[in-house]
Structures are given as C-alpha cells and as structure tokens.
C-alpha cells in the first residue's frame, strides 16, 4: 500500500470527536431503559407483586431496558469502524471497508454486548435489592416498597446506598441526631432545598413526609443523570476504539495496511483532571497490539474493557495512529 512520504497520522482528534458524537446516543439509550423499567408497571401493581414476592415479575422489563442499552454501544463500535474506513480510504486513495461480518468481529461485538447486558442486570438486580431490604427492615408499607423499588432503576448499588443514606439524613432534622446537617454536605443534592433544610435546623423542626420524598427523588435523579454520563462517555470511549481497532485489524489482514509501519500513540487530555497513571502514558508510542502498562495494569487503548475499572471510567484519553511510508 503506497503511503505518502513522511506518512498520515489518523489524529486523536478525529477520535475524541467520535466519542463526542456517540456519547449523547448512549446516553440517551440508558435513560430510555431506565424509563421503560420503571413504566412497566404503576405503583400499585408494583405494590402487588412485590407482596406475593415476584421479583422477577417486576423487574419483567430489565432484560429488553439492557437490549437497548447494548444496541446503541454496538452501534457506536460500527460507526467508528467505518469511520476509520472512511479515514483511510481518504487518506491512501484506495478503498478500504469494515466487513461486519468477519469472525472476529461478530465474536468481539457479541462479547461486548453479553458483558454490557450482564453488568447492567446485575447491578441493577443489587441496588434493587438493597432498596426492598431497607424498606422491610424500616417497615415500609407495599405502596412505599414500590416507591423505593422504582426509586432504585438506573442506580449501582453504592449509589443507592448514597441515597438511603440522605433520605436518613433528611430524617435525623428535628431529631437529637447530629446528621441531619450533613444532608448540606451532599455535592448532588438539589440546592434549591437549602433554605427549607436550614429552616428546620435553625427550628429543631422535622421535615414533613412530602418534603424529604421531593428532595430525595431529585437526589435520585441527579444521581441517574450522573450514572448516564459515566455510562456515555465509558461506553463510547470503549466502542470507538473497539471499532477502530477491529478496522486497522481487517485492514492488515486483507493487505491493505503493513503492520509493522503502525505506530500507535498515547493522548491524555492534558489536564489535571487526568489519572497520574494516565499521565505518564502521555506521548508513548507503541506498535499495533502492544499493550501500555500502568501500575494497575494493562491497557490495549483507551476504555479497555479488560482493564481495571479504575482505569477506563470517564477515561477521556485517545489513541493516535501514525502509517508511516516504507
């Protein structure tokens, strides 16, 4: 394959830009699941089922919510193998195609779609457990399990557990417990409860019933919003290097590129929001397929999903690839 003197650089650029695009789908894919879960059913025949102890009734919609979500991140993985098609076939004048149907690339995308629905049902499966066993143990009547059962859709379990316990901060106000100022503390809280929250304080009131549900559900959904922007920006950050990875793959196969003239480079964000072990792989170069190594482990480009999750959540780093002339 003729590569022009001095060789193209496919730029990181182009990469982050992707990742920027099929965010916002992604995002929008999670919310959509959440919704269809907590719609399937109202709070009254949520109420019922969980009396008669039928969990999996209820949670009916949880296994097609994931479906959807799976969709959109195998539809970011495409998108940025064909754009790196596009990228190449612009840039060495010969056309060069992602074949949706190559083995290895129907293997990668049904693991990525197995792993995704598996991990959303089972931390969804947690953090709904963790609400209906705080409910039965404050003694909620069915109507409020509902509640705090639909409350729990779109949460890990650690984030459920960070709104159980600010509903309880919410409780301590009026009461001998010191706690209840720590609801002031609770960085997505919605701040338009705070003179209501330092009212009571000041007047060693408590909160009524209707007051702490408000405040607690915009806790929960601020907590959503959060979860579906780390879900996006993950999941997109993974897929598009996915894609782009499985392109130079084919195009190596077939012939079209020559591995050994691939040079691959780390780009952090530059900023001070990057991980320290992220920020010594800034710049590094390595050859197609050879990994980066940190202190916490491996990483074969940005969002590795083989990675520890310490090191791919809300990564905004990108890959660089350099053909270079023979």
Known sequence: MPVPAGGITDPASRITGLVDSQAPKIKEAFL???????????????????????????????????????????QSLTTAARGAAEFLTGALGVTISFNQTNVRAVELMQASRLELIQQFTAEQRAATRLALTDGIQRGLNPVEQARAFQGSIGLTVKQQQAVLNYESMLRAIGSEDPGGREALTRTLRDKRFDRTVLRALEDGDPLTPAQINRMVERYREKYVAFRARTIARTEALRTVH?????LYQQAIEMGELDAATLVRKWITARDERVRGSHRALNGVEKAIGEPWVTSRGRLRYPGDPSAPSSEVVNCRCALTTRINAL
Do not use: F, M, W, Y
């Not at 919704?35 to 969980?50: G, S, Y």
């Not at 996915?242 to 499985?246: A, F």
């Open 32 to 74: 959509v699941a959440v919704v269809a879960i907590r719609d399937r059913h109202t709070l009254e025949q949520l109420a019922a089922l969980l009396e008669r102890g039928q969990i999996e009734e209820a949670l009916a919609a949880l296994d097609r919510a994931a479906e959807h979500l799976a969709g959109a991140s195998q």
């Open 242 to 246: 996915q894609g782009t990875e499985e």
